[in-house]
Structures are given as C-alpha cells and as structure tokens.
C-alpha cells in the first residue's frame, strides 16, 4: 500500500492540494486547500473525468460548522488494483479542478 499511497499523494500534490501524508493505512486522508470544504473536495472528486469515491469528512463528523478547518479531509480508500490506482491517481493530476 505504500505505493499506492506515494501514488495518490503524488496525483493531490500535482493538483495543487496540501501535502497529506499518512504513515501506514489502507487510506489516503487529504486535507482540502483553504477555502475549500470536504465536501466540495469530495464532490469535485466525483467529476466524471476523475471518478474518484471519497468520503468527506463532514459526512464523518456530523455538523461541520462544530468542527475547525484541521477537519476537512476527503479519505480515499487505496484497494482498487494498481492500474485503476494509477488512473485515477492520473486523472487527478490532471483534471482536479477546485473553484
């Protein structure tokens, strides 16, 4: 998995995004820019050049307004095999557009 993960940081960072480095798990949590929610994150992710499924983290901690901005983070799980890995984690590079 640290593949993968050296992956997706790499494809979040190309994008413009903060660096988000987790040490060991099966995901991938990315902190979205400022001004940006997760959810917003979440949903850009979703864009049919991407397809990318996160979870924001909103979703996790009920209202988001209770919460500080340390809290908006999108988790990407890292099981698809390593050819959809490196699709996606491309199609980010190259499409993820925030704003």
């Given at each position: 998995?640290?593949?993968?993960?050296?992956?997706?940081?790499?494809?979040?960072?190309?994008?413009?995004?903060?660096?988000?480095?987790?040490?060991?798990?099966?995901?991938?949590?990315?902190?979205?820019?400022?001004?940006?929610?997760?959810?917003?994150?979440?949903?850009a992710l979703l864009d049919e050049k991407i397809l990318a499924v996160t979870i924001p983290s909103a979703a996790l901690i009920g209202d988001p307004s209770q919460h500080g901005p340390?809290?908006?983070?999108?988790?990407?799980?890292?099981?698809?095999?390593?050819?959809?890995?490196?699709?996606?984690?491309?199609?980010?590079?190259?499409?993820?557009?925030?704003?």
């Amino acid at each position: 998995y640290r593949r993968r993960r050296d992956l997706f940081v790499s494809a979040f960072e190309s994008a413009g995004l903060p660096r988000s480095e987790p040490e060991a798990s099966l995901y991938v949590w990315q902190r979205a820019p400022e001004g940006v929610t997760s959810t917003e994150l979440a949903e850009a992710l979703l864009d049919e050049k991407i397809l990318a499924v996160t979870i924001p983290s909103a979703a996790l901690i009920g209202d988001p307004s209770q919460h500080g901005p340390e809290e908006q983070y999108v988790r990407l799980s890292m099981v698809a095999n390593w050819d959809e890995s490196e699709q996606i984690a491309t199609a980010i590079a190259e499409h993820l557009k925030l704003g």
